[in-house]
């Protein structure tokens, strides 16, 4: 028998995998030794309110990118009981990382057992208890067409008070590679700190912003004996991995190293510590609806020391290790109220 397949993991731990065109939606439903529902529910009751009057009118929701629906899942009894949503960019991270969950949460896989791996479609689901880890791609507009349909699922679902994360990879300015970054600011790359969405041709901008509160309990959260520094700071969000971030070796470039240089020291004294693709928008729409989220990245450079990230596997796999373990202590410290 193949052990990779979803219908032997069906078979021994009871994980209900759930099938609409090619779905990749993994479910883990197992008993866990210290947490259940209820007992250790955050304390709000609050629900996700969507700022969206069409929605109400809609027979069926098809969240199309998730290959869900609606109606035609009972998204309430699936999700009804998330209350983390942690999201990253590749497949992998996450399956890793719903692993490292099943760790925290103290759930127990039978013998010769693995979480099934289903990357056929846009993104890759699991659900570990209370919490979702799911790849968001790469880029703004993924991310923000995940984070549309992850809120209107949570809203759905009726989830309480759910926080969202993303735990990521980014380029440091002026840290040394490895170093996590909690960010406390979100900026594009001309500085704004809004995300800018044409919309019928016209520019919204939406405020992008963090919810302290959060921040300060992540920060709460770091291990003193980490062998590495974790800071908090302002994070851009550059459209673009090559120029958008001012490197050199892109296909195209059109600038010097000297004015690369004076740019990224121009950051840095603005107080940006790190660069990904991603933040604005996520803080963006989270802020928009309500809902606190944060994002934890890893930096795998240090780009006033050069442009490649030249990183070995291992070191690689222990840099991306370790969002996720300052996540997991605040999913843990949340799930038993020591926040
Ligand atoms: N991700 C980015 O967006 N930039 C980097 O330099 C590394 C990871």
């Known amino acids: 028998m193949n052990h990779e397949s979803p219908f032997y993991i069906c078979h021994f731990l009871r994980i209900k995998l759930q099938f609409r065109f090619n779905s990749e939606v993994h479910f883990i439903g197992m008993e866990s030794n210290v947490y259940t529902d209820g ?27 998730l290959a869900l629906g609606s109606k035609s899942h009972d998204l309430e009894e699936m999700f009804g009981d998330v209350k983390f949503v942690c999201m990253g960019g590749t497949p992998s ?21 693995v979480i099934s791996e289903i990357t056929n479609y846009r993104f890759s689901l699991y659900k570990v208890g209370p919490v979702l880890s799911i790849s968001h791609g790469m880029g703004v507009p993924s991310i923000g067409i995940l984070l549309h349909e992850i809120i209107k699922l949570l809203y759905h679902a009726k989830a309480k008070d759910p926080v969202i994360f993303r735990i990521g990879t980014s380029g440091g300015i002026g840290v040394e590679s490895g170093t996590v970054v909690i960010s406390d600011n979100a900026v594009d790359g001309l500085g704004n700190h809004f995300y800018e969405v ?23 959260c770091v291990d003193p004996n980490d062998s590495y520094e974790t800071v908090t700071g302002t994070t851009m969000c550059a459209n673009d991995f090559y120029e958008g971030q001012g490197r050199l070796d892109g296909a195209i470039c059109d600038h010097s190293e000297n004015e690369k240089m004076e740019y990224l020291a121009q950051l840095r004294e603005r107080g940006v510590v790190n660069i990904e693709m991603e933040a604005t928008v996520f803080a963006a729409l989270t802020h928009h609806t309500g809902i606190r989220a944060a994002i934890v990245c890893t930096t795998l450079i240090d780009r006033l020391q050069g442009d490649q990230v030249m990183v070995t596997k291992d ?10 373990k300052l996540v997991g202590e605040y999913i843990k410290r949340s799930l038993q109220k020591k926040l």
């Open 198 to 220: 044409a919309v019928l041709g016209k520019i919204v901008r939406r405020p992008a912003t963090f919810n302290m509160e959060l921040i300060e309990q992540l920060k709460s």
């Open 39 to 65: 007992e250790h529910s955050e304390c709000s009751e609050r629900t996700v309110q969507l700022k969206n009057p069409h929605l109400g009118n809609m027979d069926e929701d098809v969240l199309y990118h």
């Open 315 to 324: 070191q690689m796999e222990e840099w991306q290790r370790r969002p996720q």
């Open 93 to 113: 991270r996450m399956k890793t990382f719903a692993y490292h969950i099943m760790d925290v949460l103290d759930y127990k896989l039978p013998v010769g057992a």
